[in-house]
C-alpha cells in the first residue's frame, strides 16, 4: 500500500508564496494536485508524469502554481504564489499507475490525508 503524506500547509497572508511537499512511501508514479474549499466538489490542480516532463495544470492557477518532482527522493512539490482568499482550501496529493493521470481524479489510485491551506486577505 502507497502511503502519500502532504505538508506545508498553513495559514498565509494574500499575495503570499508558499510551497507544499508530498512524500510517497515508495515507487514513481504519475502524480497530481488536487485541492477541496469547503461546500466544494474536489477540484484538479495540476498533474505531472513518472519522468516529469509532462504536466497539465489547470487555468484557474495557470502562471502561479507549478509541480515539479524529485524522483530520487520519492517527493512531489507544489509551488504557490500569488496567493488569492479563493486558494483557501485543503490540497491533496494523489498517485497513479498511469504513466500519466490527467485532471481526472477517478484515474488516481493513492491519495493523501490532506493538508490546509488558508488564505488571508
Known amino acids: 500500500q502507497v502511503q502519500l503524506v502532504e505538508s506545508g500547509g498553513g495559514l498565509v497572508q494574500a499575495g503570499d508564496s508558499t510551497r507544499l511537499s508530498c512524500a510517497t512511501s515508495?515507487?514513481?508514479?504519475?502524480m497530481g494536485w488536487f485541492r477541496q474549499a469547503p461546500g466544494k466538489e474536489r477540484e484538479f490542480i495540476v498533474a505531472?508524469?513518472?519522468?516529469?516532463?509532462?504536466?497539465e495544470i489547470a487555468g484557474s492557477v495557470k502562471g502561479r502554481f507549478s509541480i515539479s518532482r524529485d524522483n530520487a527522493a520519492n517527493m512531489l512539490f507544489l509551488e504557490m504564489n500569488g496567493l488569492k482568499p479563493e486558494d483557501t482550501a485543503v490540497y491533496y496529493c494523489?498517485?497513479?499507475?498511469?504513466?500519466?493521470?490527467?485532471?481526472?481524479?477517478?484515474?488516481?489510485?493513492?491519495w493523501g490525508q490532506g493538508t490546509q491551506v488558508t488564505v488571508s486577505s
Open positions: 515508495e515507487g514513481t508514479w504519475a
Open positions: 494523489a498517485a497513479s499507475r498511469k504513466p500519466f493521470a490527467g485532471r481526472n481524479l477517478y484515474d488516481y489510485d493513492y
Open positions: 505531472i508524469d513518472r519522468s516529469g516532463g509532462l504536466t
